[in-house]
């Protein structure tokens, strides 16, 4: 049995199909985690979703920032850009059961392998919160996606307020950071509070700012965590640091890692993409 990590597939779902074949990806023996950002701007979102549903459970996703729009679009939250394909999935004999599977999924998982604890997210992990943390404020976001109160969610997700944490949030705003943290946050200011507009490389960094998991005092400094969301980062990996999302649908790679018997023991495995969309 592998274990494997998948970066951002954002509806390229050729690319995933070899990126699988490459790893020689086999249901019954294999674990598969996509991590986020499933759909959107690639040419290929609904596909992509089936095959996810096809698996009976040996791929295994988690929510990014593209995959809530693709429900906000849905409900009429969002209005399209110009660079989205989601209409592929709205408009799909099956959108409803696309839709409920998406609904369903978290925003954050863990998996533990040789007594460690590999913890997974789209974009990244407050300093604060350790891993238990993480799950525990992710399932509050998860019980609303799959409550009635969905569509009300919806409608008040979007926004950059409040930018910084504090346990005793409530309501909209509580929710609102913490989806913000685990599929938006890049970069932070030095009192831990989110930056929303910067997308550099860790080079380009604007001054001020951050790396989310550079910040000193980080609660899961020592949890091994596994993310996409930044393609200017490219396949960034350290001890307990993998960041996956190596820009596919721009036209660079979809990447998974393979890990051995511990999380230290990884392999990175790439297959080049076509074009979906022009960078800029």
Known sequence: MSLYCIGDIQGCDSALGRLLTKID??????????????????PESAQTLRRCI????????????HDLHLLAAAHGRRKFSRRDTLLE??????????????????????????????????????????????????????????????????????????????????????????????TRMRFCHADGSLDFESTESLAEAPEGLTAWFDLPGRATANTTIAFGHWSTLGDLQRPHLLALDTGCVWGGCLSAVRFGTALAERELIHVDCEQAQQPG
Do not use: C, K
Not at 54 to 65: E, F, M, R
């Open 89 to 182: 999935v709205l408009q799909a004999p099956d959108a409803a059961q696309l839709l409920e599977w998406v609904r369903q999924q978290p925003l954050a998982r863990t998996h533990t392998l040789g007594g460690e604890q590999l913890l997974m997210v789209h974009a990244g992990v407050h300093r604060s919160w350790d891993a238990a943390d993480t799950l525990r404020y992710a399932a509050e976001v998860e019980a609303v996606l799959r409550s009635d109160a969905l569509t009300s969610f919806l409608h008040a997700m979007y926004g950059n307020t409040p930018a910084q944490w504090d346990p005793q949030l409530s309501g909209m705003e509580r929710l609102r950071m913490i989806t913000n943290v685990l």
């Open 25 to 42: 990806f086999s249901p019954s023996r294999d674990t598969v985690y996509l991590l986020g950002d499933l759909v959107n701007r690639g």
């Open 54 to 65: 096809a698996s009976d459970g040996s791929i295994l996703a988690l929510l990014g920032n």
